[in-house]
T-cell receptor, first 112, second 113 residues
Framework: GDSVTQMEGPVTLSEEAFLTINCTYT??????LFWYVQYPGEGLQLLLK?????DKGSNKGFEATYRKETTSFHLEKGSVQVSDSAVYFC???????????FGQGTRLTINP | DGGITQSPKYLFRKEGQNVTLSCEQN?????MYWYRQDPGQGLRLIYY???????QKGDIAEGYSVSREKKESFPLTVTSAQKNPTAFYLC????????????FGSGTRLTVV
């Protein structure tokens, strides 16, 4: 079945550092790809998405490009802030958008 | 404002008791979902419902039950058959029927003692 694999955390960076969180997927067909963010004690918020190969999703300085050839959707940000500390989930939606399949999540901590 | 309301935020129950988690949405979304979140394991799908009066098992449905009598409501019952019910439970609804965008509630943390 479909699956998503994220880089293991936790990840700790200093403020203004460059961020990469790796995400790869296995899926049949042409899934849509998502990054969600979860702040402590809260539900998930959609951060960005891409619905076809070579699409780039972006929001709040975060970016991710849908790479079909490497089945990847890595999350990047050029300069992180303390407020970016959260858990980040990569996810895919199967064809037909019936279900979302999540990676295990990566906890990110940014130190001032 | 439209959204998903999960209640209560924290729930404590004794082992062997059934407990029902509430999920209500005023977004007019057809599809609703229940996920379970455990530390380091991401989110796992328990049940989902595409329309009223219909629902399907997800990957970890054993020990759980749901109903979908109204479009706005999708309650989850954690039964005594669920071996390890302590977890964070998230309800979601789907706003993008083509590509699968979801809106999530703020979750219910269930602790069984």
């Amino acid at each position: 079945g479909d699956s998503v694999t994220q880089m293991e955390g936790p990840v700790t960076l200093s403020e203004e550092a460059f961020l990469t969180i790796n995400c790869t997927y296995t899926a049949t067909g042409y899934p849509s790809l998502f990054w969600y963010v979860q702040y402590p004690g809260e539900g998930l918020q959609l951060l960005l998405k891409a619905t076809k190969a070579d699409d780039k999703g972006s929001n709040k300085g975060f970016e991710a490009t849908y790479r079909k050839e490497t089945t990847s959707f890595h999350l990047e940000k050029g300069s992180v802030q303390v407020s970016d500390s959260a858990v980040y989930f990569c996810a895919l939606s199967d064809e037909g958008a019936q279900k979302l399949v999540f990676g295990q999540g990566t906890r990110l901590t940014i130190n001032p | 404002d439209g959204g998903i309301t999960q209640s209560p935020k924290y729930l404590f129950r004794k082992e062997g008791q059934n407990v029902t988690l509430s999920c209500e949405q005023n977004l007019n979304h057809d599809a609703m979902y229940w996920y379970r979140q455990d530390p380091g394991q991401g989110l796992r799908l328990i049940y989902y419902s595409q329309i009223v009066n219909d629902f399907q098992k997800g990957d970890i449905a054993e020990g759980y039950s749901v109903s979908r009598e109204k479009k706005e409501s999708f309650p989850l019952t954690v039964t005594s058959a669920q071996k390890n019910p302590t977890a964070f439970y998230l309800c979601a609804s789907r706003w993008d029927t083509i590509f699968g965008g979801y809106t999530f509630g703020s979750g219910t943390r269930l602790t069984v003692v």
